[in-house]
């Protein structure tokens, strides 16, 4: 009898044990130190985990010094992480938000470089590279085509 009573508190015991997630290290770590992880990330060729971090910077301290540098970083780490379409979008919310950042020149090259990848991209598969290889060839016999 004493059995019954036991089990159902077992039971919650062990539901709620299961339930609970180990804290995340990044979610206890101030702006400096994510930024600085970040960024380390970020120069060793790691994009995955820079992209992380800075966007974990940018949630948790969204008005934080350090925010709108991680936006730029996020764009530049798509960029590099050849990943065109998210480098694009990156660089768009950057501009919306910082029109008149002084680096909103180097944003702008980011989405120009990337629509050019983008559109090399489509082209490649629209067309078959030995036909444009072939077209090209013949309008260097031919300047009038």
Not at 72 to 79: D, P, R, T, V
Request: some cysteine; overall charge negative; charged content about 30%.
């Amino acid at each position: 009898m004493r059995w019954l009573c036991v089990f159902p508190l077992l039971t919650i015991l062990f539901i709620s044990a299961c339930s609970t997630t180990p804290e995340d290290e990044l979610d206890t770590l101030p702006a400096e130190e994510l930024y600085r992880r970040a960024k380390a990330a970020l120069n060793s060729g790691d994009y995955e985990t820079a992209i992380n971090t800075f966007e974990k910077l940018e949630v948790r301290f969204p008005f934080g010094k350090y925010a709108q540098q991680a936006q730029l970083e996020i764009a530049y780490a798509y960029y590099k992480f050849d990943e065109p379409d998210a480098a694009i979008g990156a660089a768009y919310r950057f501009v919306l938000l910082h029109p008149r950042d002084p680096n909103i020149d180097y944003v702008y090259y980011l989405k120009i470089g990337r629509r050019d990848a983008v559109a090399k991209r489509w082209v490649s598969i629209m067309f078959d590279e030995d036909v444009v290889s072939e077209i090209r060839r013949d309008q260097e016999l031919d300047p009038g085509l």
